[in-house]
C-alpha cells in the first residue's frame, strides 16, 4: 500500500525539495474552504505535493495539473501516481516557462493554484497565469518570507500590476502568500 509519509521521508532523504508540513495543512485548510474543481501546481518534483493535494480535491472530483521540467523527476511522479492510485493528477514532462499553460487545460481557467518552482521565477509563473485565472481564482504561492531575497521578480510584478496580497507565517521563518482574483488588471 502506498504511504505518503513514507515518500516524504525519502524525498528529505535524496534532498528532493517538498512542501512543509505546515504548508500542507495550510492547503488542505484552502482546498476544503474553496472546494476547487480545476487545480494548477506550478509544479511538482516527484509528486508529493500533487497527491496529498489531489486526495483532498478528488472528494469533489477536483483534477490537479502540472508540468515537470526533470525527466527522471516526471518519470518518478508516474511511478508514484499509478502506485498511489491518485488518477486526478495530470502531468506532462515540459518546461512550462516555454508554452502556453491553457494548452494543458480542457477548460481554459482554474480556480486554485498552487506556486512552488524556482523562486527567482515567481513574476514569470504569475504573467503565464494571466490568461488562465478568472476572478475568483486563488494563488497560494510557497516560501514567501524565507526566500524573500529571492522574489525580486514576484514584487516587481505585484507592483506593476497594483496587486493587493496577504502574507501569512506558517513557520518561524516562513510562510505563504495569498491572492484573490485575476492577475490581468
Ligand atoms: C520545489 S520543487 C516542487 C515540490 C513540490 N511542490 C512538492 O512539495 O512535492 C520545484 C520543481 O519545479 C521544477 N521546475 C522548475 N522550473 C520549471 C519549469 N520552468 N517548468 C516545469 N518545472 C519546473 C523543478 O524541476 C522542481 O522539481
Known amino acids: 500500500m502506498f504511504d505518503l509519509h513514507q515518500l516524504r521521508t525519502n524525498c528529505e532523504a535524496r534532498n528532493i525539495p517538498?512542501?512543509?508540513?505546515?504548508?500542507?495543512?495550510f492547503l488542505a485548510k484552502m482546498l476544503k474552504k474553496t472546494k476547487p474543481a480545476v487545480c494548477l501546481e506550478i509544479w511538482w518534483a516527484v509528486g508529493y505535493s500533487g497527491i496529498y493535494m489531489a486526495n483532498i480535491?478528488?472528494?469533489?472530483?477536483?483534477?490537479l495539473y502540472s508540468l515537470e521540467i526533470s525527466y527522471?523527476?516526471?518519470r518518478e511522479w508516474r511511478y508514484n501516481t499509478i502506485a498511489s492510485q491518485t488518477y486526478?493528477?495530470?502531468s506532462y514532462p515540459y518546461n512550462a516557462?516555454?508554452?502556453?499553460?491553457?494548452?494543458?487545460?480542457?477548460?481554459?481557467?482554474?480556480?486554485?493554484?498552487?506556486?512552488?518552482?524556482?523562486?527567482a521565477q515567481y513574476g514569470s509563473y504569475l504573467a503565464k497565469l494571466e490568461n488562465?485565472?478568472?476572478d475568483k481564482t486563488v494563488i497560494v504561492i510557497d516560501d514567501v518570507i524565507k526566500y524573500h531575497h529571492k522574489l525580486i521578480s514576484l514584487y516587481w510584478?505585484?507592483?506593476?500590476?497594483?496587486i493587493n496580497y496577504d502574507i501569512?507565517?506558517?513557520?518561524?521563518d516562513d510562510g505563504v502568500m495569498i491572492l484573490h482574483g485575476r492577475t490581468k488588471k
Open 18 to 25: 517538498i512542501i512543509s508540513k505546515a504548508t500542507e495543512g
Open 57 to 63: 480535491i478528488n472528494k469533489r472530483w477536483g483534477k
Open 72 to 74: 527522471p523527476g516526471y
Open 88 to 90: 486526478n493528477l495530470i
Open 97 to 119: 516557462l516555454e508554452i502556453p499553460l491553457e494548452k494543458f487545460l480542457p477548460q481554459n481557467h482554474v480556480d486554485f493554484v498552487f506556486v512552488d518552482g524556482q523562486k
Open 132 to 134: 488562465i485565472c478568472t
Open 157 to 162: 510584478y505585484l507592483a506593476k500590476k497594483q
Open 168 to 172: 501569512t507565517k506558517l513557520e518561524d
